[in-house]
């Protein structure tokens, strides 16, 4: 199964951009890469995805090797309010089974 | 917009009892989920409800039953609870399941096994 390798945090200034990289060597060429992130107490939040091409939407940036074996999130301007943690998933299959790992904890300070 | 709603927020129970959560959305989305999260892990997939009328297992089913009740409901059922399914429980849906779809995520259900 492709897995995903995150940091384990991140800290970042507010009004900073904030990079959020994603190893995921074994990526298929079928497979989705998306981004969600997790407030404290609250589910998962979709963030972005993408498959082979860099998506811009109005949340964050998705840049994507052209290998696809990495990418990453770019959060253009920190707010208090975008730490989180931060998950990469590669969707390999439909029906919602996708690998969820660790994730990356975004520290974001004033 | 309510979006996908869990309840109950928060439940105890003795090792043994039963219990019913429940997941509602108001997306018209054809497909449902159960996960759990464990401390400080990922989520893991317990059932899916690919569309209304079928369900299958997911990655960690044992201990739990689902019944899509309609397309808006998807129940999840624990009928002897253990300590070991001590979690998070969140529900999600989506459109119709493809890997392109986005997943929508309910709060989630903090739920303690004594």
């Known amino acids: 199964d492709a897995k995903t390798t995150q940091p384990n945090s991140m800290e970042s200034n507010e009004e900073e951009p904030v990079h959020l990289p994603c190893n995921h060597s074994?990526?298929?060429?079928?497979?989705?890469i998306h981004w969600y992130r997790q407030l404290p107490s609250q589910g998962p939040e979709y963030v972005i995805h993408?498959?082979?091409s860099n998506v811009n939407n109005r949340m964050a940036s998705l840049a994507i090797a052209e290998d696809r074996k990495s990418s990453t999130l770019i959060l253009h301007r920190a707010t208090l309010r975008d730490a989180a943690v931060y998950y990469c998933?590669?969707?390999?299959?439909?029906?919602?089974?996708?690998?969820f790992g660790a994730g990356t904890q975004v520290v974001v300070t004033p | 917009n309510a979006g996908v709603t869990q309840t109950p927020k928060f439940q105890v129970l003795k090792t043994g009892q039963s219990m019913t959560l429940q997941c509602a959305q108001d997306?018209?989305?054809?497909?449902m989920y159960w996960y759990r999260q464990d401390p400080g892990m990922g989520l893991r997939l317990i059932y899916y409800?690919?569309?209304?009328?079928?369900?299958d297992k997911g990655e960690v089913p044992n201990g739990y039953n689902v019944s899509r009740l309609n397309k808006r409901e998807f129940s999840l059922r624990l009928e002897s609870a253990a300590p070991s399914q001590t979690s998070v429980y969140f529900c999600?849906?989506?459109?119709?399941?493809?890997?392109?779809?986005?997943?929508?995520f309910g709060s989630g259900t903090q739920l303690s096994v004594l």
């Open positions: 997306m018209n989305h054809n497909s």
């Open positions: 993408g498959l082979t």
């Open positions: 074994t990526i298929s060429g079928t497979d989705y």
């Open positions: 998933i590669l969707l390999t299959d439909s029906w919602g089974k996708f690998q």
């Open positions: 999600a849906s989506s459109v119709g399941g493809a890997r392109f779809e986005k997943l929508f």
């Open positions: 409800s690919a569309s209304e009328g079928t369900t």
